[in-house]
């Protein structure tokens, strides 16, 4: 397939992102790829409004993982972190209190939730934010994949029945304990792209889908109107990488949301579901674990260049080698 011939600026790179593992691949992109353009598409499906403010936690998480900010233990909210207005909330008895917003990180929110609501978009709030942060100045945009509201919701039956909760409750509060039912974005059928999404797209180099959730992170982007018809429509080659290793997601509880889809926790199942682009899916490559190294028949039957690699984020060197290999893969597959 052709694509477009890259820049001498760099490589135009198209990343749709989410959670911990989206912004772990980010870092060792910039550090594989000196000079590259990357356009992040991030997921507000996540999106809550907590305590009057509006908390917008995978864009914060790219935003201070590039930026320098993150909790690294902990892959998110903010480094030297204090929780003293979450203390004195619990002590007021205010409600929810199994989400912990630190000192630091409300700041953040203060700001959105004031420019939200002096009229300015999702998108332009973003970009104030991440100037901050200084994403302008390694060549990444941070593009939200909607100014409209979308929540991402999860059917759950428990003690209380059947209901619906926000995403953020499943992950944090049950800790996905009760089977996911179903996983509901809601709002993004009424969605338009955010400003700069389709375009971005369509004068990528290369699209890569970083191992983040397949279900609510880079699920939910691909549940925008358009989104996943631009990247099937992409001049670039669009590969991926598996965001599980030997049958278990490699952090979080991916295999919860992914089992209420209909969607084993296997790496050639994961490719199964995004699909071939030959055949009106989304890829071109993908890449499995070493340990997955059986799957790469099965997933290449499918009409979808495999290989196979270490895909564990160690560190910095090992999330390098990742974009690296995705990187390989893509001229791979252009030429």
Not at 70 to 88: C, L, N, P, S
Not at 126 to 150: F, K, Y
Request: glycine fraction near 12%; hydrophobic fraction near 50%; aromatic fraction near 4%.
């Amino acid at each position: 397939m052709s694509a477009p011939t890259p820049s001498p600026a760099g490589p135009r790179v198209v990343v749709p992102a989410g959670g911990i593992g989206g912004a772990r691949f980010l870092r060792g992109l910039l550090a594989a790829a000196p000079g590259a353009r990357v356009d992040v598409i991030g997921n507000t499906g996540d999106d809550i409004t907590l305590f009057g403010l509006r908390v917008c936690p995978d864009l914060d998480t790219v935003m201070y993982t590039l930026g320098g900010g993150i909790h690294e233990e902990q892959g998110w909210g903010r480094a030297d972190e204090t929780f003293a207005v979450k203390e004195e909330l619990a002590a007021y008895g205010v409600e929810p209190q199994w989400f912990g917003l630190g000192d630091r990180d409300i700041a953040t929110h203060v700001v959105r939730t004031q420019m939200l609501g002096a009229g300015y978009p999702l998108s332009a709030v973003t970009q104030a934010l991440c100037a901050r942060w200084g994403l302008p100045a390694l060549g990444v945009r941070l593009l939200p994949m909607t100014d409209d509201p979308v929540e991402t919701h999860v059917v759950v039956e428990d003690d209380q029945g059947r209901r619906a909760v926000h995403f953020q409750e499943y992950w944090v509060r049950l800790r996905a304990a009760p089977p996911a039912l179903s996983v509901v974005p809601v709002g993004a059928d009424a969605a338009r792209p955010g400003p700069g999404v389709l375009e971005a797209v369509a004068d990528a180099d290369v699209v890569l889908l970083p191992p983040s959730n397949p279900v609510v992170s880079i699920g939910t982007v691909l549940a925008v109107p358009g989104v996943a018809d631009a990247l099937r429509a992409a001049g670039a080659p669009v590969v991926g990488l598996s965001p599980v290793v030997g049958g278990a997601p490699v952090r979080g509880m991916a295999d919860k949301v992914l089992a209420a889809i209909g969607v084993e926790p296997t790496a050639a199942a994961v490719a199964a579901h995004y699909g071939a682009r030959g055949a009106g899916g989304l890829l071109d490559g993908w890449l499995v674990d070493e340990r997955d190294a059986d799957a790469v028949a099965e997933v290449e039957a499918l009409g979808i260049r495999c290989r196979a690699v270490p895909l564990l984020m160690r560190d910095l060197e090992a999330s390098a080698a990742m974009a690296r290999a995705a990187l390989d893969l893509a001229a791979e597959v252009r030429a």
